[in-house]
């Protein structure tokens, strides 16, 4: 079965859509016309340009050029978890890029070379769209670690300087925010396992369906993404935080104030 | 036992503490006064690495202050603040708290030697049941106090301790360290506390001077 393509009026329609949503958000008094007009152009500028990068990728099929794209991928996640977790990319840059690109490579070489197992395990086809989908959920989880576990700490400065005069250790003592950060991170993976299918149809499945896929193996390869999704994001968590522990902290285990982006409340 | 040598803090580009020179001998009751502000708690605190020392140096039983020997000096002080943090739900998992950690596990303190303590600090067994969030601020410093005492803590830095403590209560705090064996650096402007005190200083700006228990005056 080939995919019913979109032709380019049709896909007009779809953007004729918004009118609705805008109509009913002006008539309730939000002016978010602007925001909404912006965030529309992005994203089609985007996809747009993601969509021609991504099919000379998957002609051209060079491994390094693979590897680039994917290094790009990781450098964008980067920054941009450390800037919504609040903290300096300057101090926890490359510690997160280590946990992040270990992680995110164990999981799609594992997936594609020892699952999938295509002719060729670096066709651009199967390790582009997994390590991008790892990745995003990954990031998610990543933000909610950091920005949870040093949130937690400057909250609750009394309490960890008190298990630390206490006798305790530097990881005694963060142990705790360390945990409820990490579950916090990877509640809604848990959640989204435990629904899976119940609530609604994962996205990649109903992708691959409309692409033309027997439902049985987009059913295969949706349980094969999400397994990883988590095990990249269990990996990923908890050594960025361990790895975030050596320069958030001064060598008397005082949580440094210059690392700190921006103050949470 | 501790030793001050014109040391200087500072926090934030801001200077705390200007030149700070005292020695504290293994028994001594020294009080610190002074202006809120004047950097009493900041000295207690660089005490135990909580702050950099900026220039000079301190040192606790012959070892200088180092991130390598912050541990000599963690493991025998025990710091005690006007609301202490108890750490857990219960006073008595409050009580036992640090011999979870591995530098006091397999040193945890017998029903009687609890007991013991309790009954010191003028406070009554059944308040092992209590939950931490239903007791007042003069228990929770005590049931620090007891902690420290389980700990065989052999330096106490007590910042106000006997603040929230009736008359019979701060009687029976002051009877516990005239252990000679314990060494007190405490921050008080209690008259009762600073009559059982061998040293007074006084912090003015950042800088410290020595003075007569009788040339303290209520701030």
């Known amino acids: 079965m080939n995919t019913l393509d979109i032709e380019f009026p049709q896909l007009l329609l ?52 693979t590897g680039l794209w994917i290094l790009l991928m990781l450098l964008i996640a980067d920054f941009s978890i450390l800037k919504r977790a609040g903290l300096k990319p300057r101090y926890f840059g490359l510690a997160t890029l280590i946990a992040v690109a270990s992680s995110i490579l164990f999981s799609t070489l594992y997936l594609v070379v020892l699952v999938i197992q295509p002719p060729h395990y670096y066709d651009a086809r199967y390790i582009i769209p997994i390590a991008g989908m790892i990745l995003g959920n990954s990031m998610q989880g990543n933000v909610i670690a950091l920005e949870r576990f040093y949130s937690a700490l400057r909250k609750n400065e009394n309490e960890y300087t008190t298990y630390l005069l206490l006798g305790a250790t530097r990881w005694e003592a963060v142990k705790p925010y360390f945990q409820d950060a990490v579950k916090a991170a990877l509640n809604p993976s848990i959640a989204n396992m435990a629904t899976m299918g119940l609530v609604s149809l994962p996205g990649m499945m109903t992708g691959q369906i409309l692409g033309g896929s027997e439902p049985w193996t987009a059913v295969k390869y949706q349980l094969a993404i999400m397994i990883c999704i988590f095990t990249s994001t269990s990996m990923a968590c908890v050594i960025n935080l361990k790895l975030s522990l050596n320069i958030a902290f001064n060598a008397f285990d005082v949580l440094q104030d210059k690392v700190i982006a921006q103050a949470k409340s | 036992m501790i030793q001050f040598d014109h040391v200087c803090v500072t926090a934030r580009d801001k200077l705390i503490l200007s030149d700070i020179n005292f020695t504290l001998n293994q028994g001594d009751k020294a009080v610190l006064c002074g202006k809120s502000g004047s950097g009493k708690s900041t000295l207690l605190k660089t005490l135990l690495g909580l702050y950099e020392v900026h220039s000079g140096s301190i040192s606790c039983l012959g070892k200088p202050l180092t991130a390598a020997s912050l ?17 857990a739900d219960e006073v008595r998992a409050a009580l036992l708290l640090p011999f979870k950690f ?117 701030y």
């Open chain 1, 14 to 65: 779809t953007y004729l859509l918004c009118l609705l949503p805008g109509t009913l958000l002006w008539l309730i008094g939000l002016r978010l016309s602007r925001d909404i007009a912006i965030s529309i152009l992005r994203m089609s500028l985007q996809l747009v340009l993601v969509g021609v990068y991504l099919k000379t990728l998957f002609d051209v099929n060079n491994p390094a050029l």
């Open chain 2, 71 to 87: 541990h000599v000096i963690r493991s025998c002080a025990a710091y005690i603040g006007q609301e202490p943090m108890l750490g």
């Open chain 2, 102 to 218: 591995k530098a006091h596990r397999g040193r945890l303190p017998s029903e009687p030697e609890i007991n013991q303590v309790l009954q010191r600090l003028q406070l009554p067994t059944s308040i092992l049941k209590q939950a931490c969030r239903h007791i007042s601020g003069g228990e929770k410093q005590r049931i620090a106090l007891a902690r420290g005492l389980l700990l065989g803590k052999q330096l106490f830095l007590l910042d106000e301790v006997t603040s929230a403590l009736d008359e019979e209560c701060k009687q029976a705090v002051i009877q516990v360290f005239t252990d000679p064996q314990l060494t007190v650096l405490s921050i008080s402007h209690d008259a009762l506390w600073l009559e059982h005190s061998d040293l007074v200083y006084e912090l003015k700006a950042g800088q410290l001077s020595q003075i007569k228990a009788n040339e303290y005056t209520r």
